[in-house]
């Protein structure tokens, strides 16, 4: 679901993560439409906000639906930091020109298949390789990777597919050298994680956990994690990104930039966000046609060899939206007006 706002003579973008089904988060397509429309919009629509970082406080009232709320909030920055004439990376209070992309492997059918296109990634120039892991496609993909490619910067995500009794294999894990192990225990559990993190040297970073600044606070706190993935979808959009991580910057724990299936339109966002000082961790900002052929956008988002890629220089997300492409793509339109 993509959010186009209007006003003061420019036009804005922002993306909603959420997919068709809720298997990430509870959010999905449907729901974000129906609380967009139903809820969210009319508590922003025709307000005066001094700064967009007043909108995620006006959608106080409606609890969760982080990702539609991002949509809606993102969309409110790309519309100020346009009207502003500046990038919005300007405004978010972003330092860095380019940021470092990994990329991230899902499970594949065989080993082979998994080295091979790990070697793939790498010869485009990814700073990190990601391998998705889960009970029984584990140690043994590590193993694989690091056999062929004993010094890639390497980590796993296994998307909460174990338990705390499972600690002693995890700890498993801590002879491949890896960055960090993302996710490992159930989606809204800290405590189990900070027990886990206990017995295994490998960092543990917290995705799927981390719904909010104040869930942040409390990992960190209770020493659940020493990473922390920040994807402004799952924490309700830049505002609470920013706030995200600075108290991550203040408690010394690096941060990276999560993915999602976005379009160049929500990519270009990310990357904004991503050039933040505290962002020090290659993120999961690969290249748009990964997903999307042809993409939303025109010229797509692309890495260099060198594996980073440059925070677009135009006003707001600074990518061009190509409408017969949006048109194309549009299955259900709903206009909302004052
Ligand atoms: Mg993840």
Avoid at 94 to 101: D, E, F, I, Q
């Amino acid at each position: 679901m993509l959010v186009r706002l209007d006003g003061g003579g420019v036009t804005a973008w922002g993306e909603c993560v959420a997919g068709s089904d809720p298997y990430y988060g509870p959010e999905t397509v449907d729901t974000a439409w129906h609380v967009t429309e139903t809820f969210l919009a009319p508590l922003v629509l025709g307000i005066e906000f001094g700064h967009p970082r007043e909108v995620f406080p006006a959608l106080r009232r409606v609890r969760g639906h982080h990702m539609a709320k991002a949509a809606l909030e993102m969309a409110a920055w790309d519309l100020h930091a346009r009207q502003a004439g500046r990038p919005l990376a300007g405004v978010l209070g972003g330092t860095r020109t380019r940021v470092a992309a990994g990329v991230s492997v899902g499970i594949q059918d065989s080993l082979e298949q998994l080295v091979d296109r790990v070697g793939a990634e790498v010869a485009e120039g990814y700073q990190r390789v990601k391998i998705k892991v889960k009970p029984g496609w584990d140690l043994n993909a590590a193993a694989a990777v690091r056999q062929r490619f004993p010094d890639v910067p390497l980590m796993v995500d296994a998307n909460a597919a174990y338990r705390l009794d499972e600690a002693e294999h995890l700890a498993g894990f801590d002879r491949f050298g890896l960055m960090m192990i993302e996710q490992p225990l159930d989606h809204d559990d800290i405590r189990d994680h900070a027990a886990l993190q206990q017995r295994i040297a490998t960092p543990v970073c917290l995705d799927e956990s981390i719904q909010s600044v104040r869930l942040g606070r409390d990992a960190i706190d209770a020493g659940a994690c020493r990473v922390i993935n920040i994807k402004p979808g799952r924490v309700g959009g830049h505002g609470e990104s920013l706030r995200l991580h600075d108290l991550c910057a203040s408690r010394g724990v690096p941060v990276w930039h999560g993915g999602m299936l976005e379009s160049g339109i929500g990519r270009a966002h990310n990357l904004h966000l991503s050039s933040l000082p505290n962002f020090t961790l290659p993120g999961d900002v690969a290249a748009s046609r990964r997903y999307y052929e042809p993409d939303l956008i025109d010229p797509p988002i692309d890495v260099a060899p060198d594996g980073t890629i440059p925070v677009p220089q135009g006003l707001g997300i600074g990518v061009h939206v190509v409408d017969e492409r949006v048109e194309r793509a549009t299955i259900r339109r709903q206009e909302i007006r004052t």
